[in-house]
């Protein structure tokens, strides 16, 4: 077999083109050394190349087959759809992947797939790649297996014991959601799938803790989700709902949203227009929110405001909607308010109180930290401030001061 | 004012910490020591050497783990930088690097992150190509890194390929590794390396394929993948095609029929069984943009049981604003054709390919705009939910985009005009010039000619709808 044969091109052009929705591309939180084999992965993933997306290729992002018996509205793999199908053999790939990861093209492999004959047995193929790879080839590098929804939990278990990552798809925010668009799938069955790989995971960690011959790990960079955004009416309330729970419940290392976009041979059950980008943005950075900095949904999102404001990030919004939280001393203000000072990152909150142990904190020492003034100012006091920045809090167009620069020539729609 | 001493500078953390030890040992503050020496000034104005060596004061960890790598800066501030803090460090302030904002640590920082982005992206552009030698095989790689972080890398590379031969030549330096330990070369150029390798096909199909033009952001691409280092990177190659091809990959991904056995429209207009409540339906249609900017969709109108259905492009400003099809000049103009083809009101159907009005405004006026192909795929499934209720004998296209809504890109009016071939949704199908043709005309003699040509045609369509012989039909 010779991996420049045309037809492995050709596999390989249907089999990632088909794989290029999924929005996920990390390869961290995973240590394995160097062992006799090729591969090691370090704690922090590399992004390898960049394609004119912006997007980061950091594996070889691959379905095993496109053919599905699916039938999912937003997908294109959905066996309603006129697209050219393909499916590597388990041998290909790893071939591919080896060959790849030699020229240092990539971090290592994640492997998704349509749902060929049943999920247990497309599950296997699956695995029996990851398998071939770690156990064959002594492959060290990343693995991600993306468990097939409704796959038995035994098997989604087994996936963990050869991938750093497995990962199980909510696809969309809310129950009512999927049934509309995603007949096949169930919520129940999804989280079925998260639950018993969490617990696979939990096992793994507390017996390797205890035992002295070491049972092998089980998904050492734990399990992730992705949810499509503005596919469906749910209001951003409902998506950090959705992904808060996922994160308590089954201890997520990532929710990834995946703005909508337009795919070949949509159905009609879609929208026709792409998902803003901006809302997935902003859904980043309130899950950050939610995961690094304190805030609680009702918070980001509270059920008078359901939608994220797409204009000032969700800090900013929390901030100016709470005014009376503010302004904040910076020499003695605790740490989780720090936090919630809209241009203070986890980072410059770090230095601050490592500064403020040394010196009092200056609004020069801020702009050596580079911390963006302008957005901090009206929501901190410090020693050396005269400018009395509470009187920018009171003022009523504190909003439109503090939008950013580039967004001020945006009015309205451009047509219509 | 005390004497200036010149200290050699040379790249590489034991090269800088020997001399940092000594200067450190004869008590030179940092503004008196000068780091690079104008040639051949060293033996005067050297470091004046201890007679045993002395040794290194104790440091925090962390300064040592800063400046193992800010050792490996190209700028030649990176000696006086660390001295200036490890003199400090040194001389009463030991918590120094805890003061984030002191203009020292803040350098300290942007250099030590400056290097550590390079060695980070070193790890992520290197490519190997692989080359067969008489003892097997041997990978090579070429890259210009921002610094010369390569010492740094040795360890890395050495885990990660750990089962194979290879070497990372640079400018600066070069790394090799034989299967067991690595070692560090001198700088090579570019001509030593291989210029390809059978893979980077294969590498570049991935590319492609997985970039999603629906979003293009090159600004997101190009600041962590800068332009100067794509000249050593295979894929990027790749890109200038991707971008050029990209917003017409998007519209062909729109204009592509949803699903292989029809429009998936079907599935929602099927439960409307007649051309009434049809309407109705379509009233509210927003399937593509036109909505947002037309007054409202216009339905076909004539008998729900007529042999003959004419399909014209779209709705024009008279016809939008009365809402009902062929009103204007255009209308006028196919009225006439009929009466002389023939052709009674209760056995012909209007309808458009596009039934809203794509206009481009300009001043008050509403100039025509041909509507583009998504929005004639967009709209497709209402002209086949008609068809569907009238089945008509003979369904006539009324220019090109009809024949394109109906017959495919591959028709060509003037071409195929006139005769007939069997569709989907009628036993024959005609395709002729659109009566707006004539009115557009150049001169009066084409005016006749197109007006001619729009008569004869409609004449076969009448004669197809009341039983011409079969013998005249062609199919394709």
Not at chain 2, 128 to 133: G, L, N, P, S
Not at chain 2, 379 to 400: F, K, Q, S, T
């Amino acid at each position: 077999m010779s991996v420049a044969a045309p037809d492995i091109r050709r596999k390989l052009r249907v089999l990632a083109d088909a794989a290029k929705f999924d929005a996920s591309c990390a390869s961290s939180g995973s240590k394995r050394s160097g062992g006799k084999g090729l591969g090691s992965t370090q704690g922090m993933g590399i992004c390898h190349s960049y394609t004119p997306d912006g997007r980061c290729i950091s594996l070889l992002k691959v379905l095993l087959t496109n053919v599905c018996v699916y039938d999912c509205a937003y997908c294109i793999n959905r066996r309603s759809s006129d697209v050219e199908r393909a499916t590597f053999e388990p041998e290909e790939l790893v071939r591919l992947t080896m060959d790849f990861y030699r020229r240092n093209y990539i971090e290592g492999l994640f492997l998704s797939s349509g749902i060929r004959k049943s999920a247990d047995d497309t599950l296997l193929r699956m695995i029996e790649v990851a398998r071939l790879l770690r156990e064959r080839e002594s492959f060290g590098g990343y693995i991600h297996l993306k468990a097939v929804a409704g796959a038995s939990e035994a098997l989604a278990q087994r996936a963990g014991l050869y991938a750093d990552r497995v990962s199980v798809n909510i696809e969309l925010p809310k129950d009512t959601d999927l049934q509309r668009l995603a007949p096949e799938k169930r919520s129940s069955q999804i989280e079925g799938s998260m639950s018993a790989i969490r617990s696979a995971i939990d096992e793994s960690r507390s017996s390797r803790r205890r035992a002295r011959a070491k049972p092998p790990r089980v998904a050492p960079a734990g399990q992730s989700t992705q949810m499509i955004i503005g596919a469906t009416p749910a209001q951003d309330r409902d998506v950090l709902h959705t992904a808060s729970r996922l994160y308590a419940h089954h201890r997520l290392r990532r929710v990834y949203y995946s703005a909508f976009s337009p795919i070949p041979h949509a159905s009609l059950a879609l929208p026709t227009k792409p998902a803003p980008l901006v809302r997935e943005h902003r859904l980043y950075q309130a899950d950050w929110l939610l995961r690094f900095y304190g805030f609680d949904v009702d918070e980001v999102t509270p059920s008078s405001a359901p939608a994220l404001d797409l204009d000032i990030d969700p800090k900013l919004a929390w901030a100016l909607a709470h005014r009376e939280r503010f302004p904040v001393h910076l020499d003695t203000a605790p740490r989780e308010m720090l936090l919630r000072v809209p241009g203070l990152g986890v980072r410059s909150v770090q230095r601050i109180l490592s500064m403020r142990r040394q010196h009092k904190v200056t609004l020069e020492s801020l702009r050596a930290l580079r911390v963006p003034l302008r957005k901090v100012s009206p929501f901190i006091v410090t020693s050396d401030a005269h400018h009395g920045a509470s009187q920018l809090l009171d003022r009523q167009d504190l909003r439109r001061r503090l939008l950013p620069a580039t967004q001020l020539p945006l009015f309205g729609q451009t047509h219509g | 004012m005390a004497e200036i001493v010149f200290a050699p500078l040379q790249m590489g953390f034991s090269a800088w910490r020997d001399v940092a030890r000594d200067c450190l040992a004869a008590g030179l503050e940092p503004s008196r020591v000068e780091w690079g020496a104008p040639q051949g000034l060293f033996s005067a104005f050297g470091v004046p050497k201890p007679e045993a060596p002395a040794p290194m004061p104790t440091v925090p960890r962390r300064f040592m783990q800063v400046a193992r790598r800010v050792a490996h800066h190209r700028d030649d501030r990176r000696a006086s930088t660390l001295y200036r803090v490890l003199w400090r460090l040194t001389h009463g302030e030991p918590r120094l690097l805890e003061s984030a904002a002191d203009p020292d640590v803040v350098e300290l920082r942007t250099l030590d992150a400056q290097v550590r982005r390079s060695a980070h992206k070193t790890k992520a552009f290197v490519r190997f190509r692989k080359v067969e030698a008489e003892d097997g095989e041997h990978f090579v790689a070429w890259i210009q890194p921002d610094h010369p972080v390569l010492p740094l890398l040795g360890e890395f590379f050495a885990e990660r390929f750990s089962d194979m031969r290879w070497s990372i030549l640079s400018p600066d330096a070069s790394l090799h590794y034989d299967g067991k330990s690595w070692s560090l070369g001198p700088g090579r150029p570019r001509s030593a390396a291989p210029t390809h390798d059978e893979l980077e096909a294969l590498w570049k199909t991935y590319y492609r394929a997985i970039f999603n033009p629906a979003r293009v952001m090159v600004k997101a691409m190009t600041s962590e993948m800068p332009k100067r280092h794509w000249h050593t990177l295979p894929e990027t190659s790749e890109i200038p095609g991707l971008l050029a091809d990209s917003a017409r990959r998007v519209d062909a991904m729109l204009a592509m029929p949803s699903a292989p056995e029809g429009p998936t429209a079907h599935a929602l207009v099927s439960e409307l069984d007649d051309l009434a409540s049809l309407h109705e339906a379509l009233s509210s249609c927003r399937g593509c943009e036109l909505h947002e900017a037309a007054t409202a969709p216009v339905p076909g109108r004539g008998s729900p049981h007529a042999p003959i259905v004419l399909v014209g492009e779209q709705p024009g400003d008279l016809e939008d604003r009365a809402g009902r099809p062929f009103v204007g000049p255009a209308g006028r103009e196919l009225a006439q054709a009929l009466e002389a083809a023939g052709l009674s009101h209760d056995e012909v159907y209007l309808t458009n390919a596009v039934k809203h009005f794509s206009y481009a405004p300009s001043g008050k006026r509403r100039l025509h705009s041909k509507p583009r192909a998504t929005h004639i795929r967009a709209c497709r499934p209402w002209l086949l939910a008609e068809l569907e209720r009238i089945r008509p004998r003979v369904v006539v296209c009324l220019g090109a985009t009809a024949a394109r809504a109906l017959l495919g890109v591959e028709v060509r009016v003037m071409r195929d005009r006139g005769t007939p071939r069997a569709c989907a949704w009628a036993p024959h199908a005609l395709v002729t010039v659109h009566p707006a043709a004539a009115l557009r005309a150049k001169d009066a003699g084409r005016a006749a000619e197109l007006r001619a040509a729009l008569r004869s045609d409609l004449a076969r369509a009448r004669a197809l709808a009341r039983g011409a012989p079969e013998k005249e039909v062609e199919s394709s």
